[in-house]
């Protein structure tokens, strides 16, 4: 079975720019998830699905962060325009629900680099 | 609010000697935890996870953790460290109330010397 899917995997920009993020879920997942991770931190969560709705999504920077997921299944994450501090790896997950332990499966992860 | 807790950013041990990662939560209310292993370069994986019954869980690789309610604690452990134990290891927390969101520690990095 097919684990979670990200691309690009690696990705370098001018500060400014604007960037994009695709992730395709472990199939049957309804729960996705988009965690930033920044250099010698643990995962945060910038937003989550449950299907098409997002439930969660306080800690997105919704001045120019922005996502969705059409039709309950891919997700994009859109970045624009893209700062200096937004250098990260950004990773996708996708879970069967979101309760109790259903465990949170990582895809590889989407490495933003902003010059 | 919740938080989680990795003491030491990083931990050197020789092969074949024992891994003891420590992780400490804070909940007023036994939580889900969770152990995750990230090599470099790719996203985490599960090693283990403790949700109910049972306080000593196993998981992959040989690795295993307990689960104190007194002590707050959830530490990792493996008898023997093999050369490709060397990773980032993530502990998280999950908690009912609060809307069952994943908190994950700031991460412990092992090293393994030869």
């Known amino acids: 079975e097919a684990g979670v899917v990200q691309s690009p995997r690696y990705k370098i920009i001018e500060k400014k720019q604007p960037v994009a993020f695709w992730c395709n879920p472990i199939?049957?997942?309804?729960?996705l998830y988009w965690y930033r991770q920044n250099l010698g931190q643990g995962p945060e969560l910038l937003i989550r699905?449950?299907?098409?709705?997002?439930?969660?999504d306080s800690q997105l920077p919704k001045d120019r962060f922005s996502a969705e997921r059409l039709k309950g299944v891919d997700s994009t994450l859109k970045i624009q325009p893209a700062e200096l501090g937004d250098s990260a790896v950004y990773l996708c997950a996708s879970s069967q629900g979101y309760s109790s332990g259903n465990t949170i499966y990582f895809g590889e992860g989407s490495w933003l680099t902003v010059v | 609010a919740q938080s989680v807790t990795q003491l030491g950013s990083h931990v050197s041990v020789s092969e074949g000697a024992l891994v003891l990662l420590r992780c400490n939560y804070s909940s007023s209310v036994p939580p889900y935890l969770f152990w995750y292993v990230q090599y470099p370069n790719q996203g985490l994986q599960l090693l283990l996870k403790y949700t109910t019954g049972a306080t000593l869980v196993k998981g992959i690789n040989g690795f295993e953790a307990e689960f104190k309610k007194s002590e707050t604690s959830f530490h990792l452990t493996k008898p023997s460290a093999h050369m490709s134990d060397a990773a980032e290891y993530f502990c998280?927390?999950?908690?009912?109330?609060?809307?069952?969101?994943?908190?994950f520690g700031a991460g412990t990095r092992l090293f393994v010397k030869a």
């Open positions: 199939s049957g997942h309804n729960t």
């Open positions: 699905y449950e299907n098409e709705e997002a439930v969660d």
């Open positions: 998280a927390v999950k908690r009912e109330t609060g809307g069952f969101k994943t908190i």
